[in-house]
């Protein structure tokens, strides 16, 4: 279902993200969607913003280019970049990585100094940070917002786990605005990265731990140079700032929203290429906005479980943002190996119809053809539809038949987007095969199930109950009103 996504990345104005009062506008439908989709295919999109707002990134990052080049190229050791997770909520200041080859200036409202003091040294920091930490902080929400209208949640349902605007007194900023530099030639860094050949053919240099997600609920990141790559739903590293007008960022999805949302949107695997700098005495800047939950509150899943949305047992109990800002990748992601995209939910329900199977093999109580028919059809979606839906990084959500009765004949309804990518017939309410007719739920499976057939299925229930087995004629039943399942899936 490839030719039905989006080519390239979805771009956005971020004025069509805004929302206003009353019935939502068909541009704004429009804009979420596209930014809905292109969060699913590539984890990424691109927001473009206005001329004013663009002006104000460049000057900053030409502001950043300067400062970093005025750093000594031996960086102090209390600068030295300690990876504690326990301090997630204090960067702030000048921090370098010399075995990324990367340094920083984090600033975080009501932690960094904005002006001199008589009691600390002040540092000037690139100009203009406070007009951007507010500019990307209201476009970082605007989007967050977005994502909720899409999983239909309501408004602003995050706000409790999002700081004040503005923030009170005595009040620091859990979210932060990063001033990047990679690369920077004059910087004497221990310089240990990795080659790795890319799909184009070219070779391309990362860091040691190329592998990175951040703990936001959303970052936004404006580069002067190309080199942001993002893995997309087929496990393909996609190269998100190739060509970024001079009024646009990326903008893509952290570890804190897919807790939040139960899972339903992935966080964004990316990587930097540090190689392709072409001899430039400043290295590769960038301004980075992470849209961070507060301190002290918990993310939990109560707003898609109001909006009538399936939580897995990972999600049901809620964590402390300070306990999840420490646990590892591998754990909030509940799964071994990162890298891949096989959700547990595929294997956690594989134990299910094993047990619904050793239940129907007992021969003291046979069970109806009927039944055997409904837990065949539960099996078989776990362990194909759903490997289907990891592959493509879908979260399945069924509807209900009669809402879906409406919902087939909408193009923005709540499964729209799903029944695309996952190839669902279409004209077929997108519910679960045990409430499909049962002349559907027998195209369904031999679809889906190689060698399944009801004639087999039949044998066994007869031989079960001590009654002779019979053939019947023809197997390849299909509802008189849907098209054929086996017309349109492939096993």
Known sequence: ??????????????????????????????????????????????????????????????????????????????????????????????????????????????????????????????????DIFSLLGRAARDILDAISYYLNLRSSPFTEILDNVPLRNRETSSSVLSVCCHARPSFQGAQHHGLTTQEDGQLGIFSDHEHQVDRSLVTIVKSDKPGLH???????????????????????????????????ISPALHRTDIGNQQGGIYGRCSLSFKLMPKSMTNLNCSEMRAAGHGVDDQFQLPVPVDDFMQRSTDQLLNRNNFPTFNFPTAQEGSMKPMMRRRKSNSRSKPLPPSKR??????????????DIADK????????????????????????????????????????????????????????????????????????????????????????????????????
């Open 392 to 491: 493509k990084g879908i979260k399945l959500r069924f509807c209900t038949l009669k809402d879906c009765e409406n919902h087939i004949q909408s193009l923005d309804s709540p499964c729209t987007n799903i029944r695309m990518e996952i190839g669902w017939p279409p004209g077929v309410p997108f519910v679960h095969p045990h409430d499909l007719p049962n002349k559907a739920k027998i195209g369904f499976l031999e679809t889906y199930e190689p060698g399944w057939s009801a004639t087999h299925d039949m044998e066994l229930s007869l031989i079960d109950s001590g009654q002779p087995s019979q053939h019947t004629a023809n197997c390849n039943y299909h509802s008189p009103n849907w098209p054929c399942f086996s017309a349109i899936f492939k096993p």
């Open 1 to 130: 279902m490839a030719g039905n996504g989006l080519p390239a990345l979805g771009r956005v104005k971020l004025s069509d993200l805004i929302p206003l009062e009353g019935l939502p506008s068909d541009s704004y439908k429009l804009s979420v969607s596209t930014l809905s989709q292109s969060l699913a295919q590539y984890s990424a999109a691109i927001i473009q913003l206005s001329t004013s707002d663009g002006a104000l990134l460049r000057s900053s990052i030409e502001s950043a280019r300067l400062y970093f080049q005025h750093k000594p190229s031996y960086p102090p050791a209390d600068v030295i970049h300690s990876d504690d997770s326990r301090e997630w909520c204090k960067t702030s200041g000048y921090h370098a990585d010399p075995q990324q080859w990367q340094e920083n200036y984090d600033f975080r409202p009501g932690l960094t100094p904005i002006e001199s003091s008589s009691d600390i040294e002040f540092e000037f920091p690139p100009a203009g940070l406070s």
């Open 373 to 386: 028919l409904r837990l065949e059809a539960q099996r078989v979606l776990k362990e194909r539809v759903q």
């Open 230 to 264: 993002v893995r997309d739903f087929h496990g393909h590293w996609v190269l998100v700032d190739g060509d970024l007008g001079p009024q646009e960022a990326i903008v893509y999805p952290g570890l804190a929203l897919y807790q939040a949302t139960a899972g339903y």
